[in-house]
């Protein structure tokens, strides 16, 4: 079965320093990954999406993630965190042919000034 | 462009009361929607999703119900709520390939 483990509860980073938050899958196939972004009382924003292709995706806010087959991995970056940037991060990857999502249990991002 | 609205934004609701949330699509025909549940400090959990009109899946067995009365809109409803049931309520549709795209949710607090 389909599964996403994102290992970090909560991270706490410096403003101006730079981010990685880890995600792990498992999928038998090529999968579809997903990073999305939810600020306190707000609804999910899409961060990014691989589907295919170049495995270096770029996305909004000046994120980025990388597809890496060989690890079952998908991690987030920024190379400069800003204090907005304060969130909790969710990683997903479509459950094949399902139409479903599979979540995460989250990254809560803290930045420091 | 493509909108999801839910309403209300926030619920206080006494125990054993009724509940109906409403999640409305704009700027799309026929998407695939879905009801997710977050609770305090806890990640999404899928309650139910729909292809069409009057077409819903369930995926854990709860307290709630679903219906989808018009191509754009869906229904989260419950005849008696629980305290279990306090959570932040949130639609999606979804979009190319397995993109879903969230509303902005709906906080309950059940007392």
């Known amino acids: 079965a389909q599964s996403v483990t994102q290992p970090d509860i909560h991270i706490t980073v410096s403003e101006g320093a730079s981010l990685e938050l880890r995600c792990n899958y498992s999928?038998?196939?090529?999968?579809?990954l997903f990073w999305y972004v939810q600020s306190p009382g707000q609804g999910l924003q899409l961060l990014l999406k691989?589907?295919?292709?170049?495995?270096l995706v770029q996305g909004i806010k000046g994120f980025e993630a990388e597809f890496k087959r060989s690890q079952s991995s998908f991690n987030l970056r920024k190379p400069s965190v800003h204090w907005s940037d304060a969130a909790e991060y969710f990683c997903?990857?479509?459950?094949?042919?399902?139409?479903?999502?599979?979540f995460g249990t989250g990254t809560r991002l803290q930045v420091f000034p | 462009s493509q909108t999801i609205h839910q309403w209300p934004a926030t619920l206080v609701q006494p125990v054993g009361s009724p509940l109906s949330l409403e999640c409305t699509v704009e700027?799309?025909?026929?998407?695939?929607l879905y009801w997710y549940r977050q609770a305090a400090g806890r990640g999404l959990q899928l309650l139910f999703y729909?292809?069409?009109?009057?077409?819903i899946s369930s995926e854990v067995p709860q307290n709630l119900s679903a219906s989808r009365p018009q191509d754009r809109q869906f229904i989260l409803s419950s005849k008696k709520l629980l305290l279990s049931d306090s959570g932040f309520y949130l639609c999606?549709?979804?979009?190319?390939?397995?993109?879903?795209?969230f509303g902005p949710g709906t906080r309950l607090l059940v007392l």
């Open positions: 999606a549709r979804k979009g190319v390939g397995e993109t879903q795209y």
């Open positions: 729909s292809v069409g009109i009057g077409q």
């Open positions: 691989y589907f295919s292709g170049d495995t």
């Open positions: 700027g799309t025909s026929n998407p695939n």
């Open positions: 997903a990857v479509g459950a094949g042919n399902t139409d479903k999502l599979i």
């Open positions: 999928y038998g196939a090529t999968p579809y």
